[in-house]
């Protein structure tokens, strides 16, 4: 039997790290630095917020430009292009869906208004050119009131409902071409208010028997649905692991999404610059750790480029160094490689 090689095993450690890398810039047009990581192939996304879609004229030539320098790296392919379009309150674009996670949840054909909800979000991303929402949450809430309910992010409090309702929406979704991602595994339902990790550590200790009844089985639906993304929360689960929160824990990467659950798609990490992980070191640190727990890619959204090249830099001295495992570096690569290769834009 002949072994064909593997292109990526001889690819420079510099370019295999940057396309792990989901880049951010600040106001309505791309930074230089941006463009140049793209155009050099060191890139394999960019998240888009508010402030970088001030009018619908301007998001266009922005995602114009992001495309041509995607299209001018050596290896072109598609860039992940990607926004929070929940619905409700959560919307980086302007227009639908409209209504938020709860309301939906409420609707007399619950399962109808989210598939609706779903096919907007696609619509307008697609409209937009993008081709990835960080969206459907998928965590399912404890208490009225508390972190996630309080902005209507979650679609109820019992597991089935949510796990029909994430699922409805991501088929829709999917279905129109634009990849979705269920969050925050291994699930914040149980965060009481003010326990927001993108300003502060949190831990959730809850009992194992409980997290995996109550926030592991949507995303058991979500998988069995097709759902290309997972995103993890940056809070600690003592029942999986006392030590590291779930993006840089291997128990939770590894042991339950991948081998429990069954997951082979792309994960993605929440915000890397995220409050929760002040005490994890910079953002060469906090990237090295959240590969080494099996994260694929890794979200730079602080708007600044440095964040994103202190990131791959790091990536890439561990790489050189054997800190990080090359043969699971490149499968991780190839997981993202495969993701952009079936959406759209170039």
């Not at 980086?92 to 109808?112: F, H, M």
């Not at 495992?325 to 170039?346: M, Q």
Request: aromatic share 4%.
């Amino acid at each position: 039997m002949v072994t064909v090689p593997d292109p990526l095993d001889a690819l420079d450690s510099r370019l295999l790290a940057g396309r792990r890398i989901v880049y951010s810039y600040p106001g309505p047009v791309p930074s230089p630095a941006v463009l140049g990581a793209i155009r050099e192939g060191r890139a394999a996304g960019v998240i888009l917020f508010a402030e970088n879609a001030p009018d619908q004229d301007r998001l266009q030539a922005a995602v114009a430009q992001l495309r041509q320098a995607a299209a001018e790296a050596p290896d072109p392919r598609p860039l992940l292009l990607m926004t929070d379009q929940e619905g409700g309150l959560v919307r980086r674009l302007p227009g639908a869906p409209e209504l938020s996670a709860r309301r939906t949840g409420s609707a007399a054909d619950p399962v109808a208004e989210a598939a609706r909800s779903g096919a907007e979000a696609a619509r307008t991303l697609a409209d937009a050119g993008l081709n990835v929402n960080l969206a459907p949450v998928l965590d399912v809430y404890d208490a009225p009131g508390n972190f996630i309910d309080h902005h209507e992010r979650s679609y109820g409090q019992e597991p089935a409902s949510v796990a029909r309702l994430g699922s409805a929406f991501l088929t829709a979704q999917q279905g129109l071409g634009v990849a979705a991602t269920a969050k925050h595994f291994p699930g914040l339902g149980s965060a009481a208010g003010g326990l927001n990790t993108d300003e502060r550590a949190v831990t959730l200790p809850v009992p194992l028997a409980e997290l995996r009844a109550r926030g592991e089985e949507p995303y058991r639906a979500a998988i069995a649905a097709g759902v290309r993304l997972v995103m993890t929360s940056w809070a600690v689960y003592p029942a999986l692991d006392p030590d590291r929160p779930a993006g840089f824990s291997p128990a939770v990467v590894q042991g339950e999404l991948r081998d429990r659950l069954g997951f082979r798609g792309v994960t993605v990490t929440d915000a890397l610059e995220a409050g929760a992980l002040t005490p994890y070191g910079d953002a060469g640190a906090r990237a090295l750790a959240a590969a080494g727990a099996g994260m694929d890619l890794l979200l730079c959204s602080g708007r600044d480029a440095e964040q994103g090249e202190a990131a791959a830099a790091a990536l890439a001295t561990a790489l050189d160094s054997g800190g990080l495992d090359r043969a699971a570096f490149v499968g991780a690569v190839h997981r993202i490689d495969d993701l952009r290769a079936t959406l759209g834009g170039s």
